[in-house]
């Protein structure tokens, strides 16, 4: 999501000149603006007992995630009778500590982490790994990495999240908003709290992106141009090169290529947060994406950082974009885009959307066909009973009644037809369903569990476990799974890997480990 971040440029460079002498309330404040931690102590030294002064206190600890703290300061600075700004700032302050209540803190590295002890335990390991490469590689490639490290709140469920975010349940239900780059930190939902998981690293990855945009730009970036970096270079934590686009949002692309209907950039301010549906969002965030795919292939990787400079200069960011990606010429670019965009033979079929589904939801709940068609979702139901009856045949006749007339098999359908497939022993259609389904839909775990399950009965131990790990990285909550990896990593002689699954498969059997990491706040 978009950075609230706003600052002036010359403020952040005379940041770097030293710290202040004495108490600089206005200076801090625009450094805090900067996503420049450090600067805004150094502005703090000699802070006064003025409510100007504690309420610039409270506005520090806040973004240091001293919450409690930064509630006490800014409610005594406040007086009796705030205004209607301070009392709303109080009562997120307020909404934070409840929302945080429990909550313990680690840091590794350059990464402090706040989490609810239990399960969310087993996404330490990973949600420090990806940050600190994220931190290490990004940051130059973008320009500088924000002093001071990274600070990430894991909220375990997700009315926390919204409490704390102050993003209207709404918003997060129709576009699938479930983490926040803001006020120095970074807001992420655990993935336990939606019923099928997401891909919540490379989410946490896209988050810090923005934290970096945002510090190398004086938040001058337009939401479109910091969403357009965020999912474009949110996959380079793990891997050099971008990635294509997933089939749901290539589908989205050719279909507004061909009718004109692409999402106009000024409708996604000032957040993709609010756009009217998941549908238009998703169709914005692969325009975006794209967008600064095309500047780099055509211009270079230093394309996107010399883009950044412009912009915290003050330059209009699509002329930006124009002056390093087509020589000022924005029309030219605009259109250089499209035809891009029309060579690489988008995925043109038609898909469906993934539903966003907090807290409890069964897979036909989840499914992107199935949750709206109770017609279909009737037959793969029949399908069901009679599969469980051992009478696989009649099973697959249901499933197949399942399938809609102009869109490949949904994920939680394909999965049936695979089970119906292997009980009927012809393991061939069952790979073959279950591949579709992972290229159509790649971020539903059930699919790839379930391929590896095959994969696994087929004596193919090194594909199976590319599945599971597929898996694990959308729904790291799997007990089944994680048991799995441990057994397939110690076959493999991985001893360090198989122990750090079966501390996750322990941690998610009791409910935490039996010494929790971490120090109270």
Same mark, same amino acid.
């Not at 934070?96 to 982490?113: C, H, L, N, P, W």
């Not at 211009?299 to 087509?326: F, N």
């Not at 409890?360 to 199935?370: H, I, K, Q, S, Y």
């Given at each position: 999501? &978009? ?8 403020f952040?460079?005379?940041c ?8 600089d ?82 840091? *590794? ?72 780059? &803001?006020?120095?930190r ?5 993935? *336990? ?7 919540? &690293? ?44 997933p ?34 969002? !998703? ?11 095309y ?5 270079g990787?230093?394309?996107? #950082?010399?883009?950044?400079?412009e ?27 499209k035809?891009? %965009?029309?060579?690489? #033979? ?9 539903p ?34 051992? #009478? ?7 499933? &197949?009644?399942?399938?809609p ?6 994920? !939680?359908?394909?999965?049936? %037809? ?11 259609? !069952? ?40 898996? !694990? ?49």
């Amino acid at each position: 999501m &978009k950075n609230s971040f706003a600052s002036s440029a010359l403020f952040a460079l005379w940041c770097l000149a030293g710290p202040a002498r004495a108490a600089d309330v206005s200076r801090g404040t625009t450094c805090l603006a900067a996503a420049d931690l450090a600067c805004a102590r150094a502005a703090a030294v000699g802070l006064g007992s003025s409510p100007k002064e504690q309420a610039f206190a409270a506005d520090l600890a806040f973004h240091e995630q001293r919450f409690a703290e930064a509630l006490r300061l800014l409610t005594a600075a406040a007086g009796p009778s705030p205004d209607k700004t301070t009392q709303d700032e109080i009562d997120l302050y307020k909404a934070t500590v409840e929302a945080t209540d429990g909550f313990v803190t680690e840091a *590794r590295g350059d990464v402090t982490i706040l989490y609810l002890p239990g399960t969310d335990e087993v996404l330490l390991d990973d949600a420090f790994t990806t940050l600190q490469a994220a931190h290490d590689r990004l940051g130059s490639r973008l320009g500088v990495a924000p002093p001071g490290g990274i600070r990430v709140e894991i909220y375990p469920t997700a009315a926390r999240f919204i409490a704390a975010s102050g993003i209207p349940a709404a918003s997060v239900q129709t576009t699938g908003v479930v983490a926040l780059s &803001k006020w120095s930190r970074l807001l992420v939902t655990s993935p *336990r709290a939606l019923a099928r998981g997401y891909a919540w &690293k490379d989410t946490v990855a896209h988050e810090y992106i923005h934290y970096i945009v945002a510090h190398n730009t004086a938040d001058r970036a337009p939401v479109w141009l910091q969403e357009g970096i965020a999912r474009s270079h949110e996959v380079l934590w793990r891997t050099n090169t971008f990635e294509d686009l997933p089939a749901y949002q290539q589908s989205l692309l050719a279909d507004a290529l061909a009718h004109d209907t692409l999402v106009p950039l000024e409708r996604m301010h000032p957040s993709m947060a609010f756009l009217p549906s998941a549908q238009m969002a !998703a169709l914005a965030f692969a325009q975006v994406a794209t967008m600064i795919q095309y500047l780099e292939q055509t211009s270079g990787p230093e394309a996107t #950082k010399r883009v950044l400079v412009e912009v915290r200069g003050g330059k209009d960011a699509l002329q930006a974009v124009a002056d390093v990606g087509a020589g000022g010429d924005v029309g030219k670019f605009m259109e250089g885009w499209k035809a891009w %965009l029309r060579s690489l #033979k988008l995925v043109s079929r038609a898909l469906a959307a993934m539903p966003t589904v907090i807290g409890e939801g069964d897979d036909v709940a989840t499914d992107p066909l199935l949750a709206g068609r109770q017609d279909l979702a009737g037959f793969a139901r029949l399908g069901d009973l009679l599969l469980a009856a051992s #009478k696989p045949e009649a099973a697959l006749v249901e499933y &197949k009644k399942a399938l809609p007339g102009d869109e490949p098999a949904s994920p !939680a359908l394909a999965v049936r %037809l695979a089970r119906a497939y292997r009980a009927l022993h012809r393991e061939g259609d !069952a790979v073959a369903v279950l591949e579709q389904t992972i290229a159509d839909y790649p971020e539903y775990a059930t699919s790839h569990k379930e391929l590896a399950d095959l994969l696994m009965s087929q004596g193919k131990a090194d594909a199976a476990l590319l599945h599971y790990l597929a898996s !694990a990285d959308i729904n790291p909550f799997d007990s089944v799974v994680q048991h799995s990896l441990a057994t397939l990593y110690g076959a493999a002689g991985n001893v360090e890997q198989a122990e750090r699954r079966r501390r996750y498969e322990r941690i998610l059997r009791l409910g935490g480990s039996s010494s929790p990491q971490g120090s109270s706040r």
